[in-house]
Each structure stands twice: as C-alpha cells, then as structure tokens.
C-alpha cells in the first residue's frame, strides 16, 4: 500500500503564495507520474497539474496555467506544487495522487492512490 503525505497548505491573502509537498513511500516512486487535484466545498474533486516520471512533462489545468508550478525530487520521493498569484478560487482541499502510468493524464480514474489531502485557503 503506497501512502502519501501532504503538507504545506494554510491560510494565505489573495496573491500570495504556498508551496505544497507530497511524500510519497512508494519504493518505485520514480516510476510513476504524480498529480495534484482539488476539491473545494459543494464541488467535485478536479485536476490542478501533474508531472511524468522524469519531471520532464508536465500538465495543467488552464485555471492556474502560470501562476503553478509542479515539480519533481525522485531522491526525496517527493512532488511539490508552488502556487503563486493565489486567488480566492484556488480554496479547496488539495490531493495529491499517484499515477498507474509513467506519463502525466488528466483523469482522475488513472491515479489509485492518493493523499488524505490538506487545506488551502485564500482570503480575499
């Protein structure tokens, strides 16, 4: 069973920024892409970015295209996710998942396994 440990979200004034992590146990973590999904209250649970195995591919939902950035520690099993320019939109739950596939995808359904998620919210 791969677990995954999240942190790095809070409280945060519109424009400012979070960096979020995900340590991940997975011995074969290099082997497999990662993503970050969000679900804010009353909503469904939607894709913010992802990332292949080797942090050379990367994808992004077009709501934080430039203002995210997802990246890769394949030595600390580890994938992060900057977010700058936060906007009060950006409040939602934050997960990270691990990916069946090498290669980034959109689709929820490809990841089976994921994070208990953390908190992020942004006043405005």
């Known amino acids: 069973q791969v677990q995954l440990d999240e942190s790095g979200g809070g409280l945060v004034q519109a424009g400012g920024s979070l960096r979020l992590s995900c340590l991940s146990s997975?011995?074969?973590?290099?082997?497999?892409?990662m993503g970050w999904f969000r679900q804010a209250p009353g909503k469904e649970r939607d894709f913010v970015s992802a990332?292949?195995?080797?942090?050379?591919?990367?994808y992004y939902a077009n709501s934080v295209k430039g203002r995210f950035t997802i990246s890769r520690d394949n030595a600390k099993n580890t994938v992060y996710l900057q977010m700058n320019s936060m906007k009060p939109e950006d409040t939602a739950v934050y997960y990270c998942?691990?990916?069946?596939?090498?290669?980034?995808?959109?689709?929820?359904?490809?990841?089976?396994?994921w994070g208990q998620g953390t908190q992020v919210t942004v006043s405005s």
């Open positions: 998942a691990v990916s069946k596939y090498l290669r980034p995808t959109y689709n929820s359904n490809d990841y089976p396994y």
């Open positions: 997975e011995r074969t973590f290099s082997n497999r892409a």
């Open positions: 990332i292949n195995w080797s942090g050379g591919s990367t």
